[in-house]
């Protein structure tokens, strides 16, 4: 290796005449090395070997090649590289030591290393070894222009960032299921297990939320109370278990047909309420008339029997309908009663009162 470079230094037409005054010309960065070498005192040889000695540490492959692209010298880690012995490498080309795909690729490289005469670094897969290779067109001594290369194996970091990847992939994971585990222990108090809309006592905290929060801001919200028709009926003639499908799939339509910021509630064995924010009258009349229509056309499957039910609703709103949270409960239910009266399977609309408005004062005399 080092009466490789030796002759190379030799051969150089850029050294020939080159004393310690003399500077490199630009974009030539070897030159520039060997000159700062010349300038230190610190000898060609002595160069290489310390060069080499930093390459064999980390490990790095070394390899020089004649014109014809026979190894004439490689250093354990670019034999390696090569899967053969350094005395199994010398003399030979790549196209005798490795397969055609493996073959052509370092070829390509080496074309494109000869054709400029800066080094060229580009990364190549090479017998399932990530390499980072770096090239340099040099004249040699009775080899003519050989190439001289660097591989820098990237293959075990780039293992160990996949596997730190993977690490943190299932990391993520983890924190995500333990999020989902916290949020379903903070449901299970305040949501019915069986439907998954919130439970009484949640939907009684909201109720009073929402009205302080419509008293403040002058805004509307509507009231919906709901109960399955026939319940006990369905439960004689099908069983528990039947009917409690039919009321996991009112809870699934409550949930798909609300906001986040709607409250769905299960407020007995087969009564319902539904808070929704913001809305009116005749927005929650259109709202839970087509929450009524995806009940009555929805099929419960339960041991190989399709199921139906129906329900029935009472609409009543704030402040129209009632500004008065006990009034606007009585009046929900009121309407939700002459759903049932009118034989279930509708929704009504609690009644606007009137209020008259309080006579003018006489104008003052």
């Not at 030796?6 to 030159?31: I, K, N, Q, W, Y």
């Not at 080899?143 to 730190?164: I, M, N, P, Y």
């Not at 109720?207 to 006990?232: C, M």
């Not at 039910?309 to 129209?320: D, L, Y």
Request: proline fraction near 4%.
């Amino acid at each position: 290796m080092t009466d490789l470079i030796a002759g190379f230094v030799r051969h150089r037409p850029l050294h020939a005449s080159m004393d310690d005054s003399t500077e490199p010309a630009s974009g030539d960065p070897l030159a520039q090395v060997l000159a700062q070498t010349r300038r230190s005192g610190l000898g060609p040889e002595a160069l290489v070997h310390l060069l080499q000695a930093a390459c064999e540490q980390l490990p790095t492959g070394i390899y020089v090649k004649d014109a014809q692209g026979r190894y004439l010298f490689v250093n354990a880690a670019a034999a390696a590289v090569l899967g053969h012995s350094v005395h199994d490498v010398i003399g030979h080309t790549d196209a005798e030591l490795l397969d055609a795909e493996a073959a052509a690729v370092l070829k390509d490289g080496d074309e494109a290393a000869r054709a400029q005469r800066l080094p060229l670094q580009r990364e190549e897969k090479l017998t399932s070894r990530d390499l980072v290779c770096t090239r340099m067109a040099v004249p040699l001594e009775g080899h003519g222009v050989g190439l001289a290369g660097l591989w820098l194996d990237f293959s075990e970091l780039r293992r160990t960032q996949d596997k730190l990847r993977h690490a943190l992939h299932l990391l993520e994971q983890q924190q995500r299921q333990n999020e989902d585990l916290r949020q379903e222990l903070r449901d299970q108090g305040v949501r019915d297990p069986l439907t998954g809309v919130y439970n009484e006592r949640h939907f009684e905290e909201q109720l009073r939320r929402e009205v302080d929060l419509s008293a403040r801001e002058h805004r509307e919200f509507a009231l919906v109370t709901i109960q399955v028709d026939d319940h006990e009926d369905l439960v004689a003639r099908h069983g528990r278990q039947a009917a409690d499908r039919c009321l996991q799939s009112l809870g699934q339509l409550l949930r798909g047909n609300t906001r986040a910021m709607d409250a769905p509630c299960r407020i007995g064995v087969d009564r319902f309420a539904v808070l929704l924010s913001g809305v009116g009258l005749a927005t929650a009349h259109a709202r839970m008339e087509g929450v009524r229509r995806q009940c009555e056309a929805q099929i419960v499957m339960h041991d190989g029997q399709d199921l139906r039910f129906t329900v029935s609703m009472g609409v009543a709103s704030f402040p129209h309908t009632s500004d008065e949270l006990p009034d606007l409960l009585r009046l929900a239910e009121r309407a939700l009663s002459e759903a049932q009266r009118r034989g279930g399977n509708g929704v009504v609309l609690a009644s606007i009162p009137f209020r008259p408005r309080p006579p003018a004062s006489a104008p003052a005399l």
